[in-house]
């Protein structure tokens, strides 16, 4: 009888992926931790997701996660939606089960926290108002977390009004929406502003934003990583305000989606954090 070990087949499906570090991350801990398995691309328009996600029992994968643009639309996908998930709105991984069903979770939420938290340690959400731009699946994940964190007032600003004015009315108190013709002048209290849309990714126009009303102590957070320093936090680091970078919720999020195809919990290693880097 064979013992071969079980090749596990895993991947990020969004539509641009090219600029994805998963594949280098989640390849690294396969190697790490002597398991036998990939981790690849799928790039997929929107008009082939369902059946792209369909396509992975077929194929064999364990699970896949989920990025831009199709973290909200997949979810009705899914076969089964865990509870975070469900509350959020959106997922960001999938997990094959055994009998071929889809079950679909989110680790975004979790993983951007713990990246405050890696970065400073006493940061707590209850300390101001915070300010989220966007108001896709990753503003989603962001805007739960935060609020069972602790945060009072989180004011969401999207160039669609009606998106943000949606997240209020879906998620009640401490959410409110804020016209984006008021972005600049809504800065003026907050302690964490948090950019959770494209714009200051690679090959994508720089957020428009004046950070002169900002306080000076307010946590400026990014969730893109590539470029690791976007024009937001390149302009906030220079006028004295603390900055983080999208890689810590790249790899955060990812541990327990790696655990749920791979069954190991990997760590974040120095190693690994190597390996990240010289990608970019």
Request: glycine share 8%; net charge positive.
């Amino acid at each position: 009888m064979s013992t071969a070990k079980k090749f596990v087949l895993a991947g990020v499906m969004g539509w641009p992926v090219s600029h994805s570090r998963s594949p280098t991350l989640h390849n690294h801990w396969i190697q790490h931790y002597g398991l036998t398995g990939s981790y690849v691309l799928l790039p997929v328009e929107p008009s082939n997701l369902p059946d792209a996600v369909r396509g992975l029992r077929a194929l064999g994968f364990a699970g896949c996660n989920i990025t831009i643009p199709h973290k909200v639309e997949a979810m009705a996908l899914m076969d089964r939606v865990d509870p975070m998930a469900r509350r959020i709105g959106a997922i960001n991984t999938v997990v094959v089960k055994p009998d071929g069903s889809l079950t679909g979770t989110n680790t975004d939420g979790f993983g951007y926290v713990q990246s405050l938290l890696d970065a400073q340690p006493d940061w707590r959400a209850d300390t101001g108002p915070v300010i989220v731009l966007g108001a896709g699946g990753a503003a989603r994940a962001v805007i739960v977390a935060l609020a069972d964190r602790g945060a009072r007032e989180i004011r969401v600003c999207n160039r669609s009004g009606n998106k943000a004015m949606a997240l209020q009315m879906e998620f009640g108190a401490p959410v409110r929406a804020v016209p984006w013709e008021q972005r600049h002048e809504a800065l003026a209290d907050v302690a964490l502003l948090v950019n959770t849309t494209n714009q200051g990714m690679d090959k994508q126009p720089a957020l428009d934003l004046n950070l002169s009303q900002l306080p000076a102590h307010a946590l400026v957070s990014d969730v893109i990583y590539t470029p690791l320093e976007t024009p937001l936090l390149a302009a906030a680091r220079l006028r004295g305000n603390p900055t983080v970078n999208g890689l810590g919720m790249l790899l955060n999020q990812a541990r327990p989606a790696f655990k749920s195809w791979f069954g190991v919990m990997p760590e974040i290693t120095p190693a690994l954090i190597q390996a990240i880097q010289v990608t970019f």
